[in-house]
């Protein structure tokens, strides 16, 4: 069951609006093929309401609302109704797991508590709805207070519940933990279904997840890119890859869309991915030891059954100090070209002599890498940005006027934007979209980086992400001005697009 729409939602600074959380859900329901998705809480807002109620609605029409669940509380009719108004037929109902939680927060007795539950599951049931339950703080329940958990679970098991959740509220469990409980669990109540929902506190989602399933547990609680409160759930691209290579279990996950739909979510809820993330973290593909570049290059030495086709990803080889020839041979091969092995040592000292000083070498930079070693035409530039002012004014929006050469013919645009960059882009785009009525690629990503140190003379370093019909590529640009290093790496992708427009001429 993924809860990016619930837990993940709980990450601090994250809130999905009505389309974007309908986007997320059919993406999971859809293209990833999760079999459950949770995707709020009960009560929240009203803008929770109609994205349950749009995200229902949708799934009513696939066949899929068995499928879409939503939390609610032990609050008589309040949680039911409102979950049953719009139109989710399954309530995650959330009980106390440990007795610190029953007493302390609901200051209840555990008699008064059960009660409470059973009242609310026989009115769910009068609204036709399934009903799964939540122990929360269930693993402090087994530490402090088991016989509270026994006690709750006793009762519980006579109704027609579905699904006992069993939170690691805090995530303060260890696998062999997550082992001792998770059986005690099986062992007591052999025919209820267990889900085990992770946190990551302790750096143990991934891990504790796996003791559960090694203990009986049926059900998997995850969250696309780990998110969920405080340190996050366990991520659903590394437990799927893991029970798939480590125990071969079979799931309905669409591998090849785990990418895809986790750049969705890192884009909607504005938590960066982590460059290591496992499987879709932008260099977990990427090799940069030359010894390794060279081993692939020999027999793919350095791959493990983590094939990033597998996930629509592609193995890299990076550029930059620890370069050996073999990785320059691999990048230039994808570019369709050759060195001879006088050029090949002098294109690599170059490479290892811009690592040095800190640089990001990208593939789109070789070609002029090459050119400037070899003092030969290589690279031949049929855009050269001629001349350009932007400006900013207080009060006034920035604006940018451009003359550029194109194969031979110069054109000159001027527009206002929301920053001096976007000014040049948009005077740009009007010679291409307008003048030339060529397509014009979609920025996707912007990065700066400034040496550390503080220094306002320090060179920044732009690397833009473009993506232009089914190709996605980065250009980067140096100066110690950012909107001119911006512009550094916007002449460069014009430079390689050229090769497109021929083609589509
Ligand atoms: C571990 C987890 O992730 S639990 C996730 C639970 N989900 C959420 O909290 C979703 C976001 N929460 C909200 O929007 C709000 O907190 C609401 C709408 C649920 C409640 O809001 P408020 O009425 O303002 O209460 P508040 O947030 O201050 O406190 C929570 C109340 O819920 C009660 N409560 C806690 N757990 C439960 C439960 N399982 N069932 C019923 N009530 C509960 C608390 O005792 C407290 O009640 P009190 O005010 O009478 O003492
Ligand atoms: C909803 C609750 C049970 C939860 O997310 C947790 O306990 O971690």
Redesign the pocket.
């Known amino acids: 069951m993924d809860t990016t729409l619930r ?1 993940g939602e ?1 990450t601090s600074g994250v809130s999905f609006v009505p389309h974007e959380k309908l986007m997320i859900a059919r993406l999971l329901l859809e293209d990833l093929k999760a079999d459950r998705v949770e995707v709020a ?1 009960a ?2 807002s009203e803008g929770e309401f109609d994205a349950v109620k749009m995200i229902c609605d949708w799934a009513a029409r696939r066949n899929m609302l068995p499928r879409v669940e939503v ?1 609610g ?3 008589g009719h309040t949680s039911v109704d409102w979950i049953h108004a719009t139109g989710c037929r399954v309530i995650n109902l ?3 797991g440990s007795l610190k939680h029953c007493s302390c ?2 200051k209840k007795l555990p008699e008064e508590h059960i009660e409470d539950i059973l009242a609310v599951v026989d009115y769910a049931n009068v609204q036709d709805m399934e009903v799964n339950v939540y122990l ?1 703080d269930w693993s402090n329940g087994m530490k402090d207070s088991p016989e509270y958990v026994f006690q709750l679970m006793d009762a519980l098991i006579r109704t027609n519940i579905k699904r006992y959740m069993l ?1 690691d ?1 805090l995530g303060v469990l260890n696998p062999l933990q997550v082992i001792e409980f998770m059986r005690k669990m099986v062992k007591r109540y052999p025919h209820a279904h267990f889900d085990f929902h992770a946190h990551n506190d302790y750096d143990l989602a991934v891990s504790n997840v796996l003791a559960a399933v090694l203990s009986g547990c049926k059900g998997l609680h995850t969250t696309i890119n780990g998110l969920g ?1 405080r340190a996050g759930n366990a991520p659903l691209a590394s437990v799927q890859a893991i029970l798939k290579d480590h125990f071969s279990a079979v799931t309905n996950i669409d591998e090849s869309r785990l990418n895809d739909v986790s750049r969705v979510v890192e884009s909607y809820s504005g938590i960066v991915i982590p460059a290591n993330k496992p499987i879709v973290g932008e260099n977990v593909f990427t090799q940069v030891a030359g010894v390794h570049a060279d081993g692939d290059n020999k027999s793919n030495l350095y791959c493990n059954d983590l094939l990033p086709e597998r996930f629509g990803r592609k193995r890299e080889y990076a550029l930059g100090k620890n370069s050996g020839k073999a990785n320059i041979r691999k990048n230039l091969e994808d570019l369709g070209l050759e060195l001879d092995e006088d050029a090949m040592r002098k294109v690599t000292e170059r490479i290892i002599e811009l690592g040095d000083k800190k640089e990001l070498v990208t593939q789109e930079d070789l070609p002029y890498i090459v050119s400037d070693v070899l003092k030969h035409g290589m690279m031949d530039e049929r855009v050269n940005l001629k001349s350009y002012i932007v400006n900013l004014a207080y009060g006034l929006k920035p604006m940018a006027t451009l003359k550029i050469e194109i194969n031979g013919k110069e054109y000159e645009e001027s527009s206002s934007g929301d920053g001096q960059y976007d000014a040049f882009v948009r005077a740009l785009r009007k010679i291409y979209k307008v003048t030339l009525g060529r397509k014009f690629p979609m920025l996707t990503n912007y990065a700066v980086t400034i040496p550390p140190g503080g220094r306002t003379d320090a060179f920044v370093q732009t690397v833009i992400t473009w993506s232009f019909e089914d190709k996605v590529f980065r250009t980067r640009g140096l100066d110690a001005d950012q909107t001119e290093a911006a512009i550094k790496a916007t002449v460069k992708m014009l430079n390689i697009i050229e090769t497109e427009y021929e083609k589509m001429d």
Request: charged share 35%.
């Open positions: 837990d709980q809480s009560r929240v939390l509380f032990v609050d959330l009980c106390k927060q609901l929360e939170p509220t409160e």
